[in-house]
């Protein structure tokens, strides 16, 4: 090893257990008129939250049937919860940390469904575990207190077996976190703080989305095997998506939404980029990268100063191209993927393509600086975990057409014996992806810890896969606070994690959403 350190399936009912759960989970709202709960929690922000079917105009002619969430202020700032125009995506609520919020969830959708705070950490039965998905017609009350850092965080749904569809259907939002040490800064904030998700979708010809991420037969199980890749990327749910800016430095959230897609974001021109933050908020200091590679579910935080570009200019953000598989696997855009509906889209895994269009403004120029220091990050090494010297191991797997994690796949409430850790502790764990031979391998998998952040101590590579390896390393970012890794063929990552907040049992899985809805998800224990 080398060291570096620094139309698929049908909607159908899916209850989950259905109303056997109602009675049983402390999140359901059973009597929702109420603004307090018997253990006295009083919300400063109260909103109700539905998930439902709805229709878009995405495209000219008929409009476009989603899965949407709709969200409307009960109490509170009116101004916490924001809507992107004219897109299924949404809504994006923005909290200060320290806000106690309150969240009535209706699930208007035909199948069951759960949400998760993708990044925030919350106690367990706040966190969408698969468990807690509430029936059609259910709802759930969710009821915590913002502790994160400011950042860029979002939520989605997370019912076992559905998430990649529900989640394809329209269903996310963004959950973003400003706090006393951010405002200091004095960084683009208003129409200069943008928040961006990128998707890869694909269309039937009366503008109706098309997946094929599941479904019976041959073609449907490769398409969960290599995870769903579309052949329109929307950007905030529109297609060929433009950005009108002032001459003006600019802060700008990406989140990469897609099911399965990995994108290798760069300018046109070859500008470099500087990162500001990823998924756990603001970097210690500003970093800077040819590209960024953008995993399923990471974000990165920019400051893109367009001050110095000239007026009426305009700029293409691109993702680059990149091998499809690491060690003699494939890919959702690989051959026999195409060919056996892993995507069959023409846009490949891998592939290059515009993402978005930004035109500089005719204004006049204002330049600002970006701060040197931009958040206080303890620094950690691995001889803070009592495991150091022999971390826990989770690998990979893959055998019989299915992916899993140690040679297990989900089951709702079985924890192994080496999925139980302890509160209070810290520890080393070690993500393993070297089935890099054959067909079942050579696929890079986005994982992703429900209930914690992390830091990432070390990568290491196979020789043999190292040039897929480093055809996007060079767009890591793995400075600052981190929930989701994306983990190469033939790479081991090493990860530090604090076990220091809530007890409970949360998953860990893969973000490639049609792995985790097949099994490549595991529950792990956090035992006071």
């Known amino acids: 090893m080398t060291t570096i350190t620094h139309t698929g399936r049908r909607y159908f009912l899916g209850l989950l257990g259905g109303t056997a759960l109602i009675g049983a989970v402390p999140g359901i709202a059973l009597a929702a008129d109420k603004t307090t709960t018997a253990s006295g929690f009083k919300p400063d922000l109260e909103i109700e939250l539905r998930a439902a079917p709805d229709q878009v105009g995405i495209w000219s002619g008929r409009p476009t049937s989603v899965w949407r969430y709709q969200a409307k202020v009960m109490k509170g700032d009116a101004h916490a919860v924001t809507t992107l125009p004219e897109s299924y995506l949404g809504p994006i609520i923005r909290v200060h940390k320290g806000t106690k919020i309150r969240i009535h969830f209706y699930n208007d959708l035909p199948q069951a469904s759960v949400v998760h705070w993708h990044g925030l950490i919350v106690p367990e039965v706040m966190d969408g575990h698969p468990r807690y998905a509430i029936p059609p017609g259910g709802k759930y009350l969710y009821e915590f207190e913002v502790g994160n850092r400011a950042g860029t965080y979002w939520f989605h749904p997370h019912p076992h077996g559905h998430t990649g ?19 200091a800064l004095k960084l683009p904030d208003g129409e200069r703080d943008v928040a961006l998700v990128i998707q890869d979708r694909s269309f039937t010809r009366d503008n109706q989305l098309r997946y094929t991420g599941g479904g019976q037969g041959m073609g449907g199980m490769m398409g969960r095997m290599n995870g769903f890749t ?128 930004v035109k500089v403004g005719k204004g006049v120029a204002q330049a600002e600086k970006l701060p040197e220091r931009l958040s206080i990050i303890a620094a950690v090494t691995p001889q803070q975990a009592g495991n150091f010297k022999s971390p826990r191991i989770f690998s990979v797997t893959a055998g019989r057409m299915q992916w899993g994690l140690n040679g297990r796949v989900f089951e709702m409430e079985e924890v192994a014996d080496d999925e139980i850790v302890k509160l209070g502790t810290t520890e080393v764990w070690q993500l393993e992806n070297e089935a890099t031979m054959g067909m079942m391998g050579g696929m890079p998998h986005p994982i992703h810890v429900h ?39 033939g790479e081991r990552v090493q990860l530090l994690l604090r076990f220091n907040n809530y007890p409970g049992l949360f998953v860990y899985h893969c973000h490639n959403l049609e792995h985790e809805d097949m099994g490549m998800m595991r529950n792990f224990q956090i035992k006071a």
């Open 451 to 489: 209930g914690v952040q992390y830091r990432i101590l070390e990568r290491s590579v196979h020789p043999a896969a190292m040039s897929g390896w480093s055809s996007l390393s060079a767009g890591f970012v793995d400075e600052g606070w981190k929930d989701t890794v994306l983990v190469m063929p």
């Open 165 to 183: 569809e529900q989640v394809y259907g329209g269903l996310a939002g963004l959950f973003i976190v400003t706090d006393d040490e951010e405002r």
């Open 230 to 357: 579309g052949d329109q990327i929307l950007v905030n749910g529109h297609p060929d998506y433009t950005l009108t800016a002032e001459r003006k430095p600019y802060r700008l959230r990406f989140l990469n939404g897609s099911n399965s897609r990995i994108y290798k974001l760069a300018w046109d021109d070859g500008s470099p980029f500087t990162v500001i933050g990823t998924d756990g908020g603001l970097l210690a200091a500003p970093v800077s990268r040819p590209y960024v590679t953008l995993a399923p579910a990471e974000r990165i935080e920019l400051w893109v100063d367009f001050s110095s570009r000239k007026a009426g200019e305009e700029l293409t953000l691109r993702s680059l191209s990149f091998p499809v598989s690491g060690g003699g696997g494939m890919m959702g855009g690989g051959m026999m993927g195409g060919m056996m509906g892993g995507g069959g889209s023409g846009l490949a895994n891998g592939a290059e393509f515009s993402v978005l269009k």
